[in-house]
């Protein structure tokens, strides 16, 4: 499909740059493409009276890493040059996949100290790695000097949490984003970017759930800096996704087909849960048990087999995240759910407002 059916103009007023307070009262548009009413204003604390005793909200449980690190490059001859590197895939207990900025500026050899500036050698710890492999886009493979939970920590004191560009260009990380940007049930540490419809979750909209009847599942997909990476490509059948890691376990599998036995729904909360959930199933819509890494890319036209309805926070233009809401409600349904969204002042992005996606039953 052209790329550009998927594009769209949006107002920077409606770029969210915090969170709603308490999160659980963002706005929330409720979009049905085969009811009425098609599209509803609610909010978050809404979204129990939206399901039924037995559904199931399936998390994605994935926890955020300071991930984005600046540091000094070193070669033999050289001057010392400033790099930042976005860490979104590990490899190995001492390599991580990165993007790094200036990617002309490397090569394979380089030697690249984390926490260091051009005034200083390095601040509290050294971290040091060196480049393996050089990749299209400014990716690179690097080889940390520290290797397992060492090479955490030191992650941890050097690095920041990688902000999506579009709230990183106007204004800096600070310290209430540590909190801001990670959902109250993250765990499994590994993520670059947040699961953001997630973020919405509150103790007292956990509360709300389990009276009502709703079930809980986990699952984790550690979400990757490609997330963000703009589809340059003028045909979807040429962009190239990135791979995330995951994993369903087999108690989670069982229990949400279970769920669907019994005519309940599965709910996702949030593209990361759903892309997981699609990769794990099978033909006859069956999850199974799943680890691995995916890079399933979902556009108009898929045939969903795991999902049957999705809560999720609204997305860039020509965005792999927007071809995905188009697949699931329907393209003509979702541009009119964002061109009434833009117009009534919803706020989009990760930090944005939410919405809740009943699944189109025929495209």
Known sequence: MRVDLFDFDLPDANIALRPASPRDHARFLVVRPDDEPRLQDAHVYDLPSFLKPGDALVFNDTKVIPAQLEGLRLREGAERTPVSCTLHMRVAANCWKAFARPGKRIKQGDRIVF????????????LIATVTEKCEAGEIDLAFDL?????????????????????????????????DYQTIYAREEGAVAAPTAGLHFTPDLFAALDKAGIERHFVTLHVGAGTFLPVKADDTADHKMHHEIGHVSAKTAAALNAVRARGGRVVSVGTTSLRLLESAANEAGEILPWSGATDIFITPGYRFRAVDMLMTNFHLPKSTLFMLVSAFAGLETMQGAYAYAIASGYRFYSYGDSSLLFRKDKE
């Open 115 to 126: 926490g260091a500036t051009e005034n200083n050698a390095c601040m509290s710890g050294e």
């Open 147 to 179: 290797s397992g939970p060492d090479l955490d920590q030191a992650i941890a004191m050097v690095g920041h949490i990688p902000l999506p560009p579009y709230i990183a260009a106007k204004r800096p990380e600070d310290e209430k984003d540590r909190s």
